[in-house]
């Protein structure tokens, strides 16, 4: 018989695949002798068998929940169900992954309309029972069975209303008993007639099919996505002995880490309340006190804290993230895992962790999420913008970063918003996991309500997102779609500035400026580049580009894309004319009055590069994309051409195409105009020759053919640049050497990579292409249908954004066994924007590519990952 559920005493820290995350940590910390709320963890394999047995918990896993149920009641001394001194469990989601705020919890289960009384007497404390009990009552409804908890919320403001009172601690027992009344029957109402279950057995095998079925509701989803998570690992779920923090002045809940999680500076950093339960403290409900406040409150408790606290962290040898609860003057642990972190914090971290002899350098690179070092280079306010800024208001400094947008008050709105261009900043009473969208579309987000751990702030730092939390100076609307703060008034599409270092909000939109990196991040960067066998280069297409990836260690350029270089003003009517022409002299005209633009851009380039490689694509885009479609750019084009305007036009319908991606473009327009082929190379190796004699550099160019999908195209192309070359060379008096090579951007080429060896020095994997190739659907239009996908669990993740590895790796990995089985020198890298994504680059290492190529901001993203791949497969 399988075994579906362990006991916390029976796992440890490395069955993290079968446990969980939580559940493994839980099991630890009872090997280490701390102070854990027993319990139990049913494995994710239980879950995963829930969705192949139909969204369904088997006979044989219920039964052995109801056995570790029944040791639990021992080990309590206290039954489930009791009416006179019941057992309370809470039921938490744990997948391996973190995933903080993704899934679902329920507090204070086992409660019903009978044990609440016998649980009143049995405590002393009627209004801790009646307040558990309300909060049940609202979690289970909200979590298991779907019914809104701003139902919820909205009797609780009434009843505080009519009360006269601020704070939830400060309803009586006979408050909260009206609010149970009325919650039950919020509950009836919404399940058509059905009272609140008071069978605690069914409570709980209710409760942990809903966080089975959290696993994939539709913000796991998307969190999975973001973070490249597997969609069929499943979550466990832990069943663990509730401990109270609502039971009094003795009492209380609290989330903390063992260092700060925005900067990494060593110190315990965190949050607590005293009299109450973990999601007051998360969902900002009331505002939190520091943790170092509690040495005053409760002394021998912040002592013992501080010592577990420590322990964790050397036990791990990482920065942990901890919950806990006191329960009259008692310390629990309720959980521990290594904590989110800001990429500024990991770094920091990594580096004193290795400082203070606790990890090596390889460990402290792999602590790092390759993903998160673009939070290092976004944007920070200019400093005289920044001065001349009007401050509104100020509150807590949750995520770092500068963020200036509009403003918008749902994730629907933000995330429409931002699908339309626009720089958005969220602004919520508080944020909960279903804004998870809205969250990753907005620059900043600001919220009313909620602490340094509450799920705006944590999730804002998960995502290297600016956060701004708990102004309660601001007045609020959210129906209304307005706010009032420091004597303004905003609506939607207002701008404000929020500074998520500082925690000051201005308004208007005020300048950014790019983020400069070094320190520590330099000090990563160069271990990282000891361990990685994987060259990284840009994309690049400007000068501009060019220096900001040397800056960021690009060690030259794998994509060098020609046509972004033809429409400057100067040059677009040139190009027009050259497409427009009826004959072969008229197009060497056209074109001869570009090579000086072009030549300019590759010395610009080359001189930018410092002798590090280029590869230059011959021009790509069908020509259809380069001729006007505005009247007058038509009439000064055939005012130039000595046509009439209905004359160009006509052209231009002629050269519109049915399917573009798949038509004259590529390779197939050097084939038909030669004429273009010979422009580019004498702009390459002339650039190339005067650069080498005006500042020395050795520059050997490489010349990359695109959309080949056929040996003789290759061969075509090829002769015409080789002949190009030896003429300019010859008129020069200078010989140098250079590469001439294809992207694998078609199937077909992938299929015969063997054939195309014999003609190319080098393949480049032009993966962007390849993609949609092999799927068979646009990059630009895929938008429209990816979200059913997702949700329908058809694909995971964006295949444009993440490589494809089953599919078009598969042709990937092919073509350069193939091409090297033919041409054992043949170089090969991958210049799509995979080539920044961390497990592309990944799969890039392991099949024995010797670089990839990324935008300048993804640079230090793929040199961390190609070092993590090195150090993994060591």
């Known amino acids: 018989m399988a075994k579906w559920v362990y006991l916390f005493k029976e796992g440890n820290a490395d069955m993290r695949n079968l446990l969980g995350g939580k559940g493994a940590n839980l099991a630890e910390m009872t090997n280490l002798g701390l102070p854990i709320p027993?319990?139990?963890?049913?494995?994710?394999?239980?879950?995963?068998?829930?969705?192949?047995?139909?969204?369904?918990?088997?006979?044989?896993?219920?039964?052995?929940?109801?056995?570790?149920?029944?040791?639990?009641?021992?080990?309590?001394?206290?039954k489930f169900g009791d009416t006179e001194n019941p057992l309370l469990v809470s039921v938490r989601s744990g997948a391996r992954a973190s995933m903080p705020g993704m899934m679902d919890t329920i507090l204070n289960l086992g409660l019903n309309d009978v044990s609440v009384e016998g649980f009143a007497k049995k405590t002393g404390n009627p209004r801790f029972a009646y307040d558990s009990y309300r909060r049940f009552i609202q979690m289970f409804s909200d979590v298991v069975m779907e019914v809104p908890k701003s139902f919820f919320e909205k009797i609780i403001d009434e009843v505080k209303t009519a009360k006269g009172v601020h704070y939830d601690t400060e309803l009586t027992a006979d408050d909260l008993k009206e609010l149970i009344a009325r919650f039950k029957q919020v509950y009836k109402d919404a399940m058509n007639g059905e009272e609140f279950p008071q069978d605690p057995k069914v409570q709980l095998m209710d409760a942990v099919k809903a966080v089975f079925r959290s696993w994939d509701n539709p913000r796991a989803i998307v969190y999975r996505r973001m973070n490249d998570i597997p969609g069929d690992w499943g979550t466990a779920v832990n069943v663990q002995t509730m401990v109270f923090g609502n039971m009094g002045d003795t009492s209380g809940t609290g989330v903390a880490f063992t260092r700060n999680p925005s900067t990494g500076a060593r110190g315990i950093y965190g949050e607590y309340l005293i009299n109450a339960q973990g999601e007051d403290v998360v969902a900002g409900v009331r505002t939190p006190q520091p943790i170092t406040k509690l040495a005053e409150d409760l002394p021998e408790c912040y002592k013992e804290f501080m010592a577990i606290a420590n322990k964790l962290e050397d036990h791990y040898r990482d920065m942990q993230d901890m919950e806990f609860t006191i329960q009259e003057g008692k310390l629990y642990f309720l959980q521990t895992r290594n904590g989110k972190r800001t990429a500024p914090a990991a770094i920091q971290i990594a580096c004193d962790l290795v400082d203070e002899g606790k990890i090596t350098p390889e460990e402290a690179v792999c602590r790092i999420e390759a993903k998160s070092l673009d939070q290092l280079l976004h944007p920070t306010f200019d400093t005289a913008a920044l001065k001349a800024g009007e401050v509104i208001g100020s509150a807590l400094p949750a995520s770092p970063g500068a963020a200036a947008g509009k403003v918008y008050f749902t994730a629907e709105d933000a995330k429409e918003a931002h699908e339309k261009g626009e720089r958005v900043i969220l602004v919520r009473l508080e944020t909960s996991p279903e804004d998870i969208e809205g969250m990753h579309a907005a620059e900043g987000i600001l919220t009313v309500r909620g602490g340094m751990t509450s799920h705006a702030a944590v999730v804002a730092r998960g995502m290297g997102t600016c956060c701004v939390s708990g102004c309660g100076e601001i007045k609020i609307d959210e129906a209304a779609k307005k706010f009032e703060l420091g004597g303004h008034a905003f609506t939607e599409g207002d701008y404000i500035s929020l500074d998520g270092t500082t925690g000051k909000i201005y308004k208007g939109d005020i300048k950014t400026m790019e983020a400069s990196v070094g320190g520590n991040f330099g000090r990563i960067m160069r271990w990282a580049d000891q361990f990685r066998k994987l060259q990284v280069r840009t994309n690049a297409d400007t000068p501009i580009d060019t220096e900001n990836a040397v800056k960021l260690g690009a060690e030259g350029i794998g994509l060098c894309r020609t046509e972004h270089m033809f429409f400057d003003p100067d040059r677009i009517p040139k190009i027009r004319?050259?497409?427009?022409?009826?004959?072969?002299?008229?197009?060497?005209?056209?074109?001869?009055?570009?090579?000086?633009?072009?030549?300019?851009?590759?010395?610009?380039?080359?001189?930018a590069l410092r002798g590090r490689p280029m590869t230059v694509r011959y021009l790509d885009p069908p020509l259809h994309e380069f001729v006007p479609t505005d009247p007058a750019d038509i009439k000064a084009l055939a005012d130039d051409m000595g046509l009439t305007p209905e004359q160009v036009k006509a052209k231009c319908d002629d050269l519109h195409e049915f399917n573009p991606m798949m038509g004259h473009r590529g390779c197939r327009l050097a084939v038909t105009y030669p004429e273009i082929a010979k422009m580019q190379t004498r702009a390459i190796i002339e650039a190339a020759i005067e650069v080498k004699e005006e500042m020395g550099y050795d520059i050997v160019p490489e010349i990359m053919i695109p959309l080949v999908g056929e040996k003789k195209e290759l061969k075509f192309v090829k002769d015409v640049v080789i002949a190009t070359a030896e003429e300019v060379m010859k008129e020069k008096g200078e010989y140098i050497n250079y590469h001439v090579g294809t992207m694998i951007e078609i199937p077909r080429a992938a299929l015969t990579a063997d054939k195309i060896a014999e003609e190319a020095e080098f393949f480049s994997f032009g993966t962007n292409d390849l993609t949609q190739m092999t799927f068979g659907f646009s990059r630009d239009d895929a938008g429209k249908f990816l979200q059913s996908y997702y949700s329908n669990k058809i694909y995971e993740s964006d295949p444009f954004a993440k490589l494809d590895q089953e599919g078009v790796g598969q042709l990937v990995a092919m073509a350069a066994k193939k091409g090297r089985k033919t041409n054992p020198n043949l170089k090969l890298g991958i210049c799509g924007e995979h080539g920044g994504d961390p497990s592309s680059v990944e799969f890039c290492h392991k099949i024995g590519l010797n670089y990839v190529s990324c935008s300048p901001y993804r640079v230090p993203i793929a040199r961390l990952a190609a070092a993590q791949a090195a150090i993994k497969q060591k």
Do not use: H
Request: charged letters at 30%; proline letters at 1%; aromatic letters at 12%.
């Open 38 to 78: 027993q319990g139990f963890t049913v494995t994710t394999e239980a879950c995963t068998d829930y969705y192949n047995s139909g969204k369904k918990i088997t006979e044989e896993i219920q039964g052995q929940i109801f056995d570790a149920l029944a040791w639990l009641e021992a080990e309590n001394g206290r």
């Open 577 to 607: 004319k050259m497409i427009l022409s009826d004959s072969v002299e008229v197009r060497e005209a056209a074109l001869n009055e570009l090579i000086p633009f072009q030549k300019a851009d590759f010395k610009a380039m080359y001189k």
